[in-house]
C-alpha cells in the first residue's frame, strides 16, 4: 500500500519537475507550497478541491487522485485569493437554498416518531446553480453558470464593467472593517455547478493555483474560456 502511495506522490510531482526550468522564482514558489499542501492532504488520506486556474478546472481529489473534473468557462478575480495552504470551507449560501420534504408514511414510521415529521431528501437537480462559497481565510468564491445563449453572453459581457466598478468600494468597506477583500468569480455549466454544491462540502479543504505569469501578482484580473 506504502508502495503505491509514492508512487502516486511521484506522479503527482511529475508535472512540476518537467516545467520547473521555465518557471520563475515566484512561479516555483508557488508551486512547490502546492505541491507540500497536495502531499500533506494525499498523507492524510483527506479529500479536498484544487482551484487551478492555469488549467482553468476544478479538482475534486483524494490521496492526490482526481476523484471529479470541472471545467472552468471564465473566471475573474480580486485582490489576491490565494490559498497555497490548506483553507477549509467555512459556509456556503445561495439565494435559492436546496428545498425538497418528504413526508414519512405512516406504516414506515418507527414507533415514537411523528408521522407528519418532514424529512429533507435532496437530489442532484435541487442543488442551486449560482451561489457564494466563504473559505476559512476570508476569501469569498462566486460560482454561476456559464452563459449558453447569445443574450446570456451579451448580458455577462455588460456586467464586467459594474463588477469591477463595484469591487473598490466593497474593497474599501472590508478595510475599514480591518478585513482583506479578495474574491474569485467562477463561471462553469449549470451542471457542473449543481455537481461542486453538492461534492464540496463545509469542512473540505481548498487550494487555489494561480496563473504562472500573476502567482504574486496584487491587482484584478481576467481571463476568458479555454476549450479544448
Known amino acids: 500500500m506504502r508502495t503505491i502511495r509514492n508512487l502516486l506522490l511521484l506522479l503527482l510531482i511529475a508535472p512540476i519537475l518537467v516545467v520547473a526550468g521555465e518557471l520563475s522564482h515566484a512561479d516555483l514558489q508557488q508551486e512547490n507550497a502546492l505541491l507540500q499542501a497536495e502531499y500533506d492532504l494525499a498523507k492524510a488520506g483527506k479529500p479536498y478541491l484544487l482551484i487551478d486556474l492555469q488549467e482553468q478546472q476544478l ?16 473566471y475573474r478575480r480580486w485582490g489576491y485569493p490565494s490559498a497555497l ?3 477549509d470551507l467555512q459556509s456556503k449560501s445561495s439565494l435559492a437554498e436546496p428545498e425538497r420534504e418528504v ?9 415514537g416518531v ?3 415529521k418532514p424529512l429533507k431528501a435532496f437530489e442532484l437537480a435541487d442543488m442551486p446553480t449560482s ?9 469569498d468564491i462566486t460560482v454561476h453558470p456559464a452563459p449558453g445563449t ?3 453572453h451579451l448580458r455577462s459581457i455588460l456586467a ?3 463588477w469591477y466598478l463595484s469591487r ?5 468597506w472590508k478595510f475599514l472593517r480591518g478585513s482583506p477583500y479578495n474574491e474569485l468569480a467562477l463561471a462553469i455549466s449549470a451542471q457542473d455547478a449543481r455537481r461542486l454544491y453538492w461534492a464540496f462540502s463545509e469542512g473540505t479543504p481548498c487550494l487555489i493555483r494561480l496563473p504562472a505569469a500573476v502567482a504574486t501578482a496584487r491587482v484584478p484580473s481576467t481571463a476568458g474560456s479555454k476549450r479544448q
Open 59 to 74: 479538482e475534486l481529489k483524494a490521496s492526490g487522485l482526481p476523484l471529479e473534473t470541472w471545467h472552468i468557462d471564465s
Open 85 to 87: 495552504t490548506a483553507v
Open 103 to 111: 413526508h414519512v408514511v405512516s406504516a414506515a414510521v418507527p414507533d
Open 114 to 116: 411523528a408521522a407528519d
Open 131 to 139: 451561489y457564494r462559497l466563504h473559505l476559512g481565510n476570508g476569501t
Open 150 to 152: 447569445w443574450f446570456q
Open 160 to 162: 464586467v464593467p459594474a
Open 168 to 172: 473598490p468600494v466593497i474593497s474599501s
